[in-house]
């Protein structure tokens, strides 16, 4: 466009190739967030190679296509845009929160162990999407880019300790310096001599884990839906696959022994 294209302008081409959000994002090979970005800042302008992305969709665009754009471009609105936004948001989050099998799992299982009516957390979490601060969420994710590995190991030693009951973090020294680690372990583990080779595996697969005895107060649920919104308003993929989970341990000399089953990531 001769004009450059703007955020209104990029979700004004979503609109006309009837997408959501993420499919919009993986059409441009752009990161979801980016494409959010948009849909939170219309006056924002992108930068010079996503422009040239956009000049290309438009240009391969279907003609059906580009008269949609240009009839929304000529009006300076999307087919929505005569709806209040928070109106708008709500509805789309709750679309969003309905089409993902792996989100609806992970609205099941909270309303579940929230002992909540079916459809509450879908709603909370709908109605925290729209207030999410995109910015804000990735200010913070940089500030937790750079907490390196010593720094968690010793928030960890703050919180835990040395040790309790005979288990503690793994450390070791080099000459003056000692290296904590965020590893658990206790003194009867260490020194085995059990190379990780196949002879040495005595895990026991169970067929299944069983679920996890867990119940959530109020606070616990409100956390949760909460951090389910931010991750749908960053894009990250939520997968619910099947997992190992330990069941038991049994550690002994040239063996590591122990239950395992699966579960879900749920």
Same mark, same amino acid.
């Given at each position: 466009?001769?004009?450059?294209?703007?955020?209104?302008?990029? $979700?004004?081409?979503?609109?006309?190739?009837?997408?959501?959000? %993420?499919?919009? !994002?993986? /059409?441009?090979?752009?990161?979801?967030?980016?494409?959010? /970005?948009?849909?939170?800042?219309?006056?924002? $302008?992108?930068?010079?190679?996503?422009?040239?992305?956009?000049?290309?969709?438009?240009?391969?665009?279907?003609?059906?296509?580009?008269?949609?754009? !240009? @009839?929304?471009?000529?009006?300076?609105?999307?087919?929505?845009?005569? %709806?209040?936004?928070?109106?708008?948001?709500?509805?789309?989050? %709750?679309?969003?929160?309905?089409?993902?099998?792996?989100?609806?799992?992970?609205?099941?299982?909270?309303? @579940?162990?929230?002992?909540?009516?079916?459809?509450?957390? $879908?709603?909370?979490?709908?109605?925290?999407?729209?207030?999410?601060?995109?910015?804000?969420?990735?200010?913070?994710?940089?500030?937790?880019?750079?907490?390196?590995?010593?720094?968690?190991?010793?928030?960890?030693?703050?919180?835990?300790? $040395?040790?309790?009951?005979? /288990?503690?973090? /793994?450390?070791?020294?080099?000459?003056?310096?000692?290296?904590?680690?965020?590893?658990?372990?206790?003194?009867?583990?260490?020194?085995?001599?059990?190379?990780?080779?196949?002879?040495?595996?005595?895990?026991?697969?169970?067929?299944? !884990?069983?679920?996890?005895?867990?119940?959530?107060?109020?606070?616990?649920?409100?956390?949760?839906?909460?951090?389910?919104?931010?991750?749908?308003?960053?894009?990250?993929?939520?997968?619910?696959?099947?997992?190992?989970?330990?069941?038991?341990?049994?550690?002994?000399?040239?063996?590591?022994?122990?239950?395992?089953?699966?579960?879900?990531?749920?």
């Amino acid at each position: 466009m001769t004009n450059g294209w703007t955020g209104a302008d990029a $979700r004004m081409l979503q609109d006309a190739l009837r997408l959501s959000q %993420e499919a919009f !994002a993986e /059409y441009l090979d752009v990161h979801p967030r980016t494409v959010g /970005y948009w849909h939170q800042k219309p006056s924002s $302008r992108p930068k010079s190679e996503i422009q040239q992305m956009l000049d290309t969709a438009l240009d391969r665009a279907p003609a059906d296509v580009q008269a949609r754009f !240009a @009839e929304l471009r000529g009006t300076g609105t999307s087919p929505t845009a005569t %709806e209040p936004a928070p109106v708008m948001a709500a509805t789309e989050a %709750e679309q969003r929160l309905a089409s993902d099998p792996n989100i609806v799992a992970a609205l099941d299982w909270l309303d @579940e162990r929230g002992t909540r009516e079916p459809g509450t957390a $879908r709603r909370a979490v709908a109605s925290r999407l729209v207030e999410v601060d995109v910015n804000s969420l990735q200010d913070r994710g940089s500030r937790r880019g750079r907490v390196d590995q010593s720094k968690v190991a010793q928030a960890l030693a703050d919180y835990y300790g $040395r040790g309790s009951d005979g /288990y503690g973090r /793994y450390a070791a020294r080099f000459g003056d310096v000692e290296a904590d680690t965020s590893v658990f372990t206790r003194s009867d583990w260490l020194d085995l001599d059990c190379p990780l080779i196949a002879t040495h595996d005595r895990l026991k697969l169970m067929r299944a !884990a069983g679920a996890a005895p867990v119940s959530l107060d109020e606070e616990a649920f409100d956390q949760a839906a909460q951090r389910l919104a931010e991750s749908l308003a960053l894009g990250i993929r939520f997968v619910n696959m099947p997992l190992y989970r330990l069941l038991g341990v049994d550690m002994r000399k040239e063996s590591l022994g122990g239950t395992v089953g699966i579960s879900s990531f749920v």
